[in-house]
């Protein structure tokens, strides 16, 4: 996405086409549903990483600007397991973006984007940000919004009818997926982290 932002940009049309496609049929309509609600959270990306990076405060509207279409398809109940991927994965987004402003590295996120090209800037940076993150408040702020984010993504679990796996809450296990990836992901942020600092 930082690299190539137009070619990232143009990939999202087709994936959007391809969701129709698996939608039409009848074992892939779900997979669909949920490639079409991920097409919108790879455009909104595309669109941050690739033009706005600089600027953390405009992370969160930009991946918000399907918001409006998610709720339309909502209250049409269309594209249900698209739009609750969208919305865990949204979530998921804004509680990262949460611990970033609480553990204060915005300010490192901002330097690191504007001095990406000089490598030993960015590893000061970066070194910098690392050490906010080792703090006391930094890693109690990193377990509660971890915690939260297991507990969301792991609360649907305790409803029989998601466990039993019924088609009409499948959209529910899109949610649970896209809460649950944004965990493992942070998770291995965490684990470089620690890996760095080791070194």
Do not use: K
């Amino acid at each position: 996405m930082r690299t190539f932002p137009w070619l990232s940009l143009a990939l999202t049309p087709p994936l959007l086409g391809l969701s129709f496609c698996l939608q039409r049929h009848p074992h892939c309509r779900y997979w669909g549903e949920m490639l079409y609600g991920f097409s919108w959270c790879w455009g909104a990306g595309s669109l941050y990483w690739g033009w706005l990076r600089w600027e953390p405060l405009w992370h969160l509207p930009i991946e918000a600007l399907p918001i409006p279409l998610m709720l339309w398809h909502l209250r049409r109940r269309q594209q249900l397991v698209g739009v609750f991927f969208f919305g865990g994965s949204f979530l998921g987004t804004a509680i990262t973006d949460a611990y970033f402003y609480l553990i204060d590295v915005i300010p490192h996120w901002r330097a690191i984007m504007y001095l990406e090209g000089d490598v030993i800037s960015v590893q000061e940076m970066l070194t910098q940000a690392i050490a906010q993150a080792q703090t006391f408040s930094g890693q109690v702020w990193g377990v509660l919004l971890s915690l939260t984010l297991l507990l969301i993504g792991l609360l649907p679990l305790f409803e029989s009818q998601i466990r039993r796996g019924y088609p009409a809450v499948l959209p529910v296990w899109g949610f649970m997926g896209a809460v649950l990836s944004t965990l493992v992901v942070d998770g291995f942020f965490g684990l470089t982290i620690g890996l760095i600092s080791m070194g």
